[in-house]
């Protein structure tokens, strides 16, 4: 299982066990660093241990024998045991402490050593994440920190149908790591949520890549063809807003030149196609010529091109931040203003 695919699992692990050996799950991603999680050691020289083994467990599953009497094995060797999924046996034998003499313990002990492995990696993203966060007197670092001693680090990060582990927030602060669809539409859905209000008195629509990757898409099928509004019925539900009067703009993060995204403003009041390109940059004639055919199949207004402001990028991976920072501004500019200085580099 990937950390950043799903939260970790206690799942079979005795309850009075979680909290004094693996942490519990509600605790916060700042608490969880600074908690004395047990660790899997690299390596260790105890030849046979652990094994299965038919025999019935001799000794209980309690923090005080995964502590005191028994010796923690290593990552390899459980890593050895688990791929089968949990055995079939009755017990795993372990080396103990005080004895030449193996232990034998309850096979849930797989669950528990499963779970600190993960929680050794989880561990290890989010400091790897946290020293990228930058300087302290840095105002997105700050909020930043502020989330992460709140966000538990057993939780799911919402805004996406796949719902993954919260780890998969790091991706939005690691310099190297390019956003994906699924991490721009995550963006996208908590935007709708927290702007909510005001998107309704304005009449306004923030949009996942999937709409215009839809527009581009039926853009080439239509080529020279009339457009046929059953063909493409969710960018006709999103065109008749439009002609009725009901949408007075849509906004959202284009994915161009294989490797960037750009913040798109349809403007429908003053019929203007707001482009926000954090290198400067302008939409390639292609793009453009997708907006207009799409949009003047869904009313009679004169579209045409113009800037949309964002913040100028400073490296090479903060665009999909800085887009949806663009985006924010355009919908509330009284309470979000653009990124300054420093800030566009700290957030990615």
């Known amino acids: 299982m990937s950390i950043f695919n799903a939260p970790v699992s206690y799942f079979g692990i005795p309850p009075d066990l979680v909290g004094p050996y693996p942490p519990q799950l509600e605790l916060s991603i700042v608490a969880l660093l600074a908690f004395g999680c047990p660790r899997l050691p690299d390596s260790l020289l105890s030849p046979g241990f652990p094994a299965k083994s038919a025999l019935p467990p001799n000794i209980n599953l309690t923090t005080e024998s995964l502590h ?64 990228h966060l930058g300087p302290d007197t840095c105002t997105v670092s700050m909020r930043a920190r502020e989330l992460l001693g709140v966000l538990p680090w057993g939780g799911r990060a919402l805004g996406s149908p796949a719902e993954p582990a919260i780890t998969a927030l790091t991706r939005f602060i690691d310099p190297k790591v390019w956003l994906s669809d699924e991490e721009m539409s995550q963006q996208a859905h908590l935007l ?10 304005r009449r306004g629509c923030i949009m996942e890549p999937f709409f215009w990757n839809s527009v581009l898409n039926a853009y080439h099928f239509q080529k020279g063809r009339p457009y046929c509004a059953k063909n493409h019925m969710f960018l006709t539900r999103i065109g008749s807003g439009i002609g009725s009067g009901e949408t007075k703009f849509l906004a959202g993060a284009m994915f161009v030149r294989g490797n960037h995204w750009i913040a798109y403003v349809i403007d429908i009041e003053s019929e203007k196609i707001l482009i926000g390109d954090s290198f400067g940059g302008e939409i390639s004639d292609e793009e453009k010529g997708a907006w207009i055919w799409w949009l003047g199949n ?21 665009c999909g931040i800085l887009a949806h920072n663009a985006i924010q501004h355009f919908v509330d500019p009284i309470r979000f203003s653009l990124l300054i200085g420093q800030d566009s580099i700290n957030l990615a």
Do not use: K
């Open 68 to 131: 005191r009497h028994i010796i923690t094995p290593a990552i390899h060797e459980v890593q050895r045991l688990l791929g089968d999924g949990i055995p079939a046996a009755r017990s795993i034998v372990v080396a103990r402490r005080d004895s030449i003499e193996g232990l034998r313990l309850p096979t849930s002990v797989l669950r528990v050593w499963r779970a600190i492995m993960e929680t050794q990696e989880v561990r290890a993203v989010w400091l790897g994440a946290l020293a």
């Open 192 to 201: 709708r949520q927290s702007h909510a209000s005001v998107l309704a008195a």
């Open 298 to 318: 869904h009313s009679n207004l004169q579209f045409s091109l113009d800037r949309l402001p964002i913040t100028r990028q400073l490296d090479l991976s903060s």
